[in-house]
């Protein structure tokens, strides 16, 4: 009470800060409720030797975490995180980017390739799977389907098979229109005049691209980079879906992915939902939260030196 | 001054043809997905495999609606986003609001404690919150979409805070002057000014509910469930075969919803979305 009369001392400030909190409460409770309380909860339950029969619980300390590091399945999903995250990341940023330089200028038919490009980040994530599934499949995919046909290949590839990575990175690239749209924003953001000066000066496209928009853009760059990073550590559903072993019905997601593409996410579902170890998949899923967290923290605070801002130039 | 025209009418028409060809790979799968839905089962396996199916097989869309059903999923979908999109654009939307307009001392740190819920994988609550309902019994409640809307959308709440500084303040104080109160201000004046965000934060919104595929699945019975867990599940036959056909005439009534509105509405989402990012 002390510190909000002495911060608020005039009538206006005290005014703005009641409206504030006002406007406020319903993301402050929602926040409180549905992250803060959750994540607490779930810190202290992987500090137990909890399962899905809640009998005998008892405090562990850091035994789940100390045998995480010890089990080579686990480490591997790390790691098999850690490789798709980064294709995915420069699929998407590289993808949406020449999107977003193809469509940045004059154009027929500009407002529709656009509208098009973006629609499949529209699909929910569940359809696009199920789609490229059966896109792919060796003997009824259409791809081979069509490839056959045109005599282009002998027969059927099992692209699945060869490589669950590469078909999910697949997705990467059809659903990089939300990359696209923030590209096309910032490229919105470089004054015509700097390309035309430059034109002028004799400087030619991969040049005004390299030495002009790319510094200009940075900041756009650098913010994709580190979303599409946080939501590819996230990824979880796809090698269920998109499993190159047959799938029967209601068991999708009791089929185990191949280890080449077990993810964090799946493992850490599989190993709660179906093995019902929940203190272990808690202490799965704390590792990589912090990892993300440190991660992030280092790339916004070390990473931005290449991004160019207004304020250094004026130095 | 014509070479450069005859040079950016060249680079045009080469772009013209790239996008081209990248429409027609974007299209094939989707293409193959309607292709898929309309042929028979066993026309699938059948070698030489054709491109197109030797007749159009609708009953796939009949059984699609039948063989689970369909509309109770499609009903509890539409309950859920209700829920959720409803207080999440107004949470999001008052979020905004306060960010912009009653900047205190703490506004910075508590806005980047918004932006920083972004960084939280889904599971690291999501797994917690069920582990200690459904020892609590507290299982099978649509309420807590409701509360999970509360939680608001990071981006969208930066959005409207880019679109809420862009009305000058001027407005709202004449309003004040005739002593109108702060809900009257914000839902007489300000709110019908951002129309443009309040789209975007609907159909992102809408999306979001209506892929959700791990929340229904943790917290709902089959009673409740929603059409991404059966998408998802997909459908089969007795022996548990997957029906590839009937499976994908599914996935064309389940996105046919974000299909319309996203068309329909397309020029100004994606106007609202580069009008918000470009502050960034």
Redo the contacts between chains.
Sequence with gaps: MEGIRR??ASPL?RH??T?????????L???V???VV??I??FQ?SLTN?TSF?VAIKYVGLKNYLTLFQDADILGSYWVSFVYTILNTLIGVVTGFI?AL??D?????R?F????????Y??????V????R??L?R????????L??LHIIPSGIPYMQQSPMGSILMLSF?QAGWSM??F???L??VPRELYEVA?IDGAGYGRRVRHIMLPLIS??IF?QLV?SF?YA??A??QP??LNPR????????LNPPPAETFFV?SR??YI?TSQHK?AY??AM??V??AV??VL?ILFVKFGGFWVYTEAEERK | MTT?QTRERW??SL??V??VL??IV?F??????L??SLKRMDE??R?????FPEAAVWENYGLAWTLVNFGKYLINSIILTILYAV?AV???A??G???S?????E?RA?FL??LS?????????????Y??LA?AQFVNQRGLWF??????IPFI?FLFRQFFSTIPASFEESARMDGAG?FRI?FSIMFPLVQTGLIVASIFAF?WS??E??MP?LFLSDEKSTL?VK???????QK???L?NI??AG?VY??LP??IV??AL??RF?AG??AG??K?
């Design positions: 911060i608020g400030e703005k800060r409206s504030f909190y006002i406007f406020l409460a319903p993301w409770i929602g926040f409720l549905l992250e959750p994540i909860w779930g339950i909890r809640p999107f193809l469509l200028r004059q154009l027929p038919g407002g390739f656009r509208t098009i490009l973006y629609f499949p529209m699909i929910p994530l569940v359809a799977g199920w789609i490229f059966i896109f499949e003997d009824t995919g259409f791809l081979n389907i069509v056959v046909n059809w749209i923030i096309l924003g910032a919105s953001t034109t900041p756009f913010f979303m946080i550590m996230q979880f559903i269920y879906i047959p799938i029967r019905g209601n068991w999708v997601m996410m850490a579902y709660i929940f998949g808690l899923l704390w990589l939260f993300v967290l992030t | 450069i680079s045009a772009r013209f790239a996008l990248i429409v974007f094939l799968p989707l293409v193959s997905m292709v898929t699938l396996y070698v030489p495999a054709r491109v207080p107004m949470s999001s008052f979020a609001y306060a960010f307009r009653f900047q205190v001392r506004s508590l404690v918004v819920t972004l960084m939280i994988p889904v599971m690291v609550t999501m797994m917690p919150l582990m200690v020892r509360v999970w809307g509360l939680s608001g709440i702060r914000f999306q209506w892929s595929f791990l699945v991404a998408i998802a599940m997909s459908y089969a036959d548990e075969n997957v590839y499976g994908m996935i389940y996105t974000l299909v996203y068309f397309q020029k994606v979305l580069l990012g470009l960034g």
